[in-house]
């Protein structure tokens, strides 16, 4: 499936370097979302976009800056990150974001992230 | 807000016996409720899906049921095989219709 398409798969930075992930939907979705998955843990919704516009942020850290420029890309750009930013993140898209109900979400295979 | 609690954390379990995986919730006014199933170095995938309207859904050897009332679904996996071998993720849809996650399961299938 590639539906959901995400680059880079896998990406080393220092601390003070400054990277973007990428994410890229041919579902014809409205909604993309950053996810945050580290090990044992819940998945962590970072940002919500429906119809390019932001509907949530989940107190995330201001070294997280999304970009959504379409209905079909979405950006998160990265700078000043911290090792324990080390995780992997997972882009998904749904049909719409807190606009209907019962949309299940469609995720890309995810940017694994370390931090040195 | 919704919290989500997802047992166990791991399950070892013997090929082609039964494995159920459970999750309970806290908004009695939560409605979708649908498992993910994420392999070793692959993406989660919708596995199954349940609305608050059935209390029970079955494809092919997983099944989902609900318990609205005490507040809490479970994944069923009969038969299992060795490619039932992955972290499965249960979530619920909360009033701002968005998914709040369990923290996943991790399952392994024993040959």
């Known amino acids: 499936e590639t539906g959901v398409t995400q680059t880079p798969r896998h990406l080393v930075m220092g601390m003070t370097n400054k990277k973007s992930l990428k994410c890229e939907q041919h579902l014809g979705h409205n909604a993309m979302y950053w996810y945050k998955q580290s090990a044992k843990k819940p998945l962590e919704l970072m940002f919500v976009?429906?119809?390019?516009?932001?509907?949530e942020n989940n107190s995330v850290p201001s070294r997280f800056s999304p970009e959504c420029p379409n209905s079909s890309h979405l950006f998160l750009h990265l700078h000043t990150l911290q090792p324990e930013d080390s995780a992997l993140y997972l882009c998904?898209?749904?049909?719409?974001?807190?606009?209907?109900?019962?949309?299940?979400?469609?995720f890309g295979d995810g940017t694994r992230l370390s931090i040195l | 807000g919704e919290n989500v609690e997802q047992h166990p954390s791991t399950l070892s379990v013997q090929e082609g016996d039964s494995a159920v995986i459970k999750c309970t919730y806290s908004d009695s006014a939560s409605n979708y409720f649908p498992w993910y199933k994420q392999e070793l170095g692959k993406r989660p995938q919708l596995i199954i899906d349940?609305?608050?309207n059935v209390g029970e859904k079955k494809d092919q050897r997983i099944a989902v049921t609900l318990n609205k009332t005490a507040k809490h679904f479970s994944l069923h996996i009969t038969e299992t095989q060795p490619e039932d071998s992955a972290v499965y993720f249960c979530?619920?849809?909360?009033?701002?219709?968005?998914?709040?996650w369990g923290a996943g399961t991790k399952l392994i299938i024993k040959p």
């Open positions: 979530a619920v849809e909360s009033s701002n219709y968005q998914l709040i």
């Open positions: 998904a898209s749904s049909q719409g974001a807190g606009l209907r109900p019962n949309q299940p979400q469609h």
């Open positions: 349940i609305r608050s």
């Open positions: 976009y429906n119809f390019k516009e932001q509907t």
